[in-house]
């Protein structure tokens, strides 16, 4: 339904009860003969059934729907707190055929426009007129458990080698800036596949014997061992654990007492053009990362290599039901609530507010996973900007986690109450706040492996919100607002 529905948008969804079908409306539905629900627009009403079609669609769908297989109408999309309406009905109608009009003048231009840019992709001419260092480059990442070459342009990922069609596939216009001739062979793949085996190995044996490794452990039973590969990635390690308050592992070698086991080799590479921009699964990667950072000194400084670090655990957190969330973390008697806000709602303002017993773990950011029993625990996160520009930096104990009783959206407001909502209502208001806090985690990423990480994000907070009451906290400027909060937690929630 590109461009009408963009992820990592949540839809809100009307039955339709005994209003009548239009054509033009988007529609929820479960195909006659499948067990997936689909978003497309009604394009026709007859008798027959109703005929349905994806705006990025060239044919109608192959079968008919009846009124009982349409659960509802979409009829706005949300993403964090903005609402933006779906047309359906006449609107919805002009709007397809707009979308259609589109792709018939791009496939009437192709005639005439694409063999001059075969023309010129093939001679390579404009590849040759970019300076070296702005040149695209070949690099190997490890996804889905598989080396995969990849085209990067600067930080932009343009092109990927397919492995099943043994062919390079770019991105357009990116072609022009490509010399194909020069681009490596599937003969070539394996060499630098076997190349890449030989140096993790190296890698890990480094990893084996060298000195300092710090511990990291987390609620859902994942166990970090973490260590710089050279003298500089040590120095960005030891900066992590100390904002984190990690320990010194006790043993590199051999299985973890308990929970699962999982290794972040870090190394620093001043010629690598995408050092910063890949946030590696250790889980598909036969529980070990690798991880390849700019030298401090270079654009961002030790703030973007901190937050690229921190989000391999986040993401490792986000593979088993947890999620990181654009939010502080307030503790009373053991039980924990999140502030969760966009950025510059007054989070870190009202953490500030909150009187004894009340307790503020973090003023930014909160990992919240799932052990083994699928209770959710909360853990406090770094504030990373404060590493920005020589900002006065901190520690955080990250490791201490407490239960979550109940996250609490923040509104500003002339005075202080709070609002339930449903798990729906949740999941929309908070998709911005994880988007946030997560930015970087899909780049480098394939379209489809960001577009799982964007259903597993949303699959999780489905499940959290679920299990974990919501509420929208309308907060003052001057007003007891933890009041507020222990009246609700002391009814339950409700």
């Known amino acids: 339904m590109n461009p009408t529905l963009r992820e990592p948008e949540v839809m809100e969804i009307m039955p339709y009860c005994n209003r009548p079908m239009h054509a033009g409306d988007v529609v929820f539905f479960l195909p006659p ?7 497309h627009r009604i394009v026709r009403v007859t008798p027959a059934g109703i005929s349905t079609r994806g ?13 009982e297989n349409v659960q509802g109408q979409v009829i706005a999309a949300w993403r964090g707190q903005s609402r933006r309406r779906i047309l359906g009905g006449l609107r919805g109608r ?18 005439f426009l694409h063999p001059i840019y075969h023309a010129l992709s093939f001679r390579g001419w404009c590849a040759w007129l970019l300076p070296a260092a702005l040149r695209p480059r070949v690099v190997v990442f490890r996804s889905q458990g598989r080396d995969q070459l990849q085209l990067l342009l600067g930080q932009r990922l343009i092109g990927r080698y397919d492995n099943n069609r043994h062919q390079w596939q770019i991105q357009r216009p990116f072609h022009l800036f490509v010399d194909g001739r020069a681009l490596p062979t599937k003969q070539d793949r394996d060499r630098v596949n076997r190349k890449v085996s030989a140096d993790k190995q190296q890698s890990m044996d480094h990893f084996l014997t060298q000195g300092m490794r710090h511990a990291l452990v987390l609620a859902d039973g994942t166990r970090w061992e ?8 040590a120095s960005i390690v030891s900066q992590l654990a100390g904002a984190m308050r990690l320990g010194e592992a006790i043993s590199a070698s ?36 690798s991880c390849i950072l700019c030298p401090s000194d270079h654009w961002g400084g030790p703030h973007v290599n901190l937050v690229r670090l921190s989000l391999i655990f986040a993401r490792e957190a986000h593979a088993r039901g947890g999620v990181l969330i654009h939010g502080a973390l307030a503790e009373k008697d053991g039980m924990g609530v999140i502030l969760a806000a966009p950025g510059g709602t007054g989070k870190t303002t009202a953490s500030s507010r909150l009187p004894a017993p009340w307790r ?87 379209k489809e492996e960001i577009h799982a990480l964007h259903l597993e994000r949303f699959n999780n907070l489905c499940a959290l919100t679920r299990a974990v009451p919501a509420h929208i906290l309308h907060i003052s400027l001057t007003g007891a607002f933890w009041q507020e909060i222990e009246r609700t937690l002391e009814d339950g929630g409700q």
């Open 33 to 39: 003969e499948g067990d997936q629900p689909v978003v």
């Open 55 to 67: 705006d990025n669609n060239a044919q109608d769908d192959a079968f008919l729907l009846h009124p």
């Open 254 to 289: 051999g299985p973890s007492p308990r929970g699962n086991p999982f290794r972040l080799l870090v190394q620093v590479d001043a010629h690598s053009p995408v050092a910063d921009c890949y946030v590696p699964l250790a889980s598909g990667n036969d529980g070990t990362a």
């Open 94 to 111: 002009l709007t397809n055929h707009w979308f259609r009009w589109q792709g018939r003048l791009d496939h009437g231009a192709s005639p």
């Open 360 to 446: 503020s773990r973090c003023d930014d950011t909160t990992l919240v996973v799932r052990d083994q029993q699928g209770r959710y625990l909360a853990h406090p996160w770094p504030t990373w900007s404060r590493f920005l520009e020589g900002g006065p930096g901190g520690t955080w104990d990250v490791q201490c986690a407490v239960p979550l009783r109940g996250i609490f959206l923040l509104a500003r407001a002339g005075d202080d109450h709070v609002e339930r909502i449903g798990p729906g209502h949740a999941v929309s208001l908070l998709v911005e706040c994880v988007r946030q806090a997560s930015q970087f985690m899909p780049l480098g990423l394939f």
């Open 226 to 233: 973490i260590a710089g590969g050279d003298e500089e990635a």
